[in-house]
């Protein structure tokens, strides 16, 4: 009686990995997500992308559509997604998201500096003109003064929106 596996038992054979269909949808779903994303991108950013010449062009025709074609371009745009590698494109993409966050963290920093200049004065202004020693010493001053007057006096801060954007010309400028 010969056996139907040809194979020795002790030899590996291959593992068959099965995907259920919910999963294949949920692929699919995410790969339209990322094509989605992609169409809300600007002209700019979208020329950063590693995309070829037949992604590019359904993604600007998806951007020229409405409703119900925008919606059937989205679904082309996820099927042609299936048959490219999508990982570049993922970390392009991450990468984008990261620099909008790095920006408003730098921003949030900034904000915090401007607190902390109106709140010591003198020893703030002078640790800020060790980092920037071009920076105008008496036109700090006379914002900090301003700042916290307008504070007292409960007025509205246009000294304390001008203070963050000099320490945003000045960090920024970096």
Same mark, same amino acid.
């Given at each position: 009686?010969?056996?139907?596996? !040809?194979?020795?038992?002790w030899?590996e054979e ?5 995907v259920s269909k ?13 094509g ?11 020329a950063?992308m590693?995309?070829d ?6 993604i ?27 990982e ?10 990261n +620099? ?8 949030? +920093?900034?904000?915090? !500096? ?7 004065g ?21 914002l ?8 007292s006096?409960?007025k ?8 963050f954007?000099?320490? +945003? ?6």
């Amino acid at each position: 009686m010969s056996r139907k596996n !040809k194979k020795a038992p002790w030899d590996e054979e291959e593992e068959i990995i099965w995907v259920s269909k919910s999963e294949m949808k949920r692929d699919m779903d995410a790969l339209q997500k990322i094509g989605e994303e992609l169409v809300e991108l600007t002209p700019n950013a979208l020329a950063k992308m590693p995309l070829d010449d037949e992604m590019m062009d359904a993604i600007k025709d998806a951007q020229r559509f409405n409703k119900e074609a925008r919606r059937r371009q989205l679904q082309y745009i996820g099927k042609q997604m299936r048959f490219i590698d999508i990982e570049p494109i993922q970390a392009a993409l991450d990468k984008l998201r990261n +620099k909008h966050s790095q920006h408003t963290v730098a921003l949030k +920093k900034l904000e915090l !500096k401007r607190d902390k200049l109106i709140e010591n004065g003198d020893s703030m202004i002078n640790a800020i003109l060790v980092d920037h020693p071009d920076a105008d010493r008496q036109h700090l001053r006379q914002l900090v003064r301003q700042a916290t007057k307008e504070k007292s006096q409960e007025k509205p801060g246009k000294a304390y929106r001008e203070i963050f954007q000099y320490l +945003k010309s000045l960090y920024l400028a970096d």
